[in-house]
């Protein structure tokens, strides 16, 4: 009998396993599912095992006994780059996926908010995840320099969910509340960047534009509210919301309320400590 009943109970678990397999397959998105890094969690798992490994294995090692880079034109090139493409990523967003309409339209789906513009638009959050994953060269470089102080777990981690957020979008939860999402955080990468550039220049442009850092922190504070705020309904509402906009608002939850309180604790210990020095 006791064999019969751990048959049972493993045969049910097979079977709830097998369901939310299937649960998991009816999600994911027939257009998007075979595109570069989709179409399996392998690659960007290899990739972001490869990242944690360089940045706190490899690398290390391999600047032990070299003297920091300087890597200033590359910063500069780097910098630049990110501007143009977050910059490029935000005026096709704007143009052709009418992002905004989504913090009154919470309950309409991907289709419905892109229109005859879906695939192309969805073609834009796939280059946004490249985009991500290019954001991880920022760590590299900071090991290079041997700034290993900004290689802190807040850092790590934000680059990380946010690189995971979107390749879960793209796979699972396409919706559209990532069109608010993306060009609210490219908006922000456009400003922030720019910043990071003028910062290359030398101490002296870094004292005239030193007081703007904290408010650099504050908009990336107050844009993270913003797409918590605008992911939450589809979750809250009692309508029958688009059911991908449901679990999409629960992940947005987890993602920006940890990213918050990371940024948070930044900006208290920064911001009130110079104040107190």
């Avoid at 392998?42 to 490994?53: D, E, M, Q, R, S």
């Avoid at 041997?146 to 390749?167: D, E, G, L, N, P």
């Amino acid at each position: 009998m006791e064999y019969e009943d751990e048959s049972g109970i493993s045969g049910e678990l097979l079977q709830k396993s097998s369901n939310i397999s299937q649960e998991m397959s009816g999600f994911m998105d027939p257009r998007t599912i075979k595109w570069m890094l989709i179409s399996s969690s392998i690659p960007i798992t290899c990739i972001i095992l490869v990242y944690l490994y360089v940045i706190y294995v490899a690398g290390p090692r391999f600047m032990k006994n070299r003297q920091p880079y300087s890597l200033k034109m590359f910063m500069q090139c780097y910098n630049i780059f990110q501007v143009i493409t977050n910059f490029l990523l935000v005026f096709n967003m704007v143009t052709n996926g009418r992002p905004f309409t989504v913090v009154w339209r919470y309950c309409d789906s991907f289709d419905k908010i892109c229109g005859d513009n879906s695939e192309k638009m969805l073609g834009m959050v796939w280059w946004a995840l490249i985009l991500k994953l290019i954001d991880f060269i920022e760590t590299v470089v900071f090991v290079l320099r041997k700034k290993y102080r900004q290689v802190s777990v807040f850092h790590v981690y934000h680059h990380i969910s946010t690189a995971v957020y979107v390749w879960i979008i793209l796979r699972y939860l396409p919706h559209g509340h990532i069109m608010y999402m993306l060009t609210l955080n490219c908006s922000v990468h456009v400003i922030m960047y720019s910043y990071y550039f003028l910062s290359t220049y030398g101490s002296r442009i870094q004292q005239k534009i030193s007081s703007f850092k904290k408010w650099l922190t504050i908009i990336q504070m107050t844009h993270i509210v913003s797409i918590l705020l605008t992911g939450l309904p589809p979750s809250l509402t009692t309508i029958d919301c688009d059911t991908k906009g449901k679990y999409l608002g629960f992940v947005t939850f987890v993602l920006c309320s940890t990213n918050l309180w990371f940024f948070w604790d930044f900006f208290k210990k920064s911001y009130k400590k110079s104040k107190t020095a």
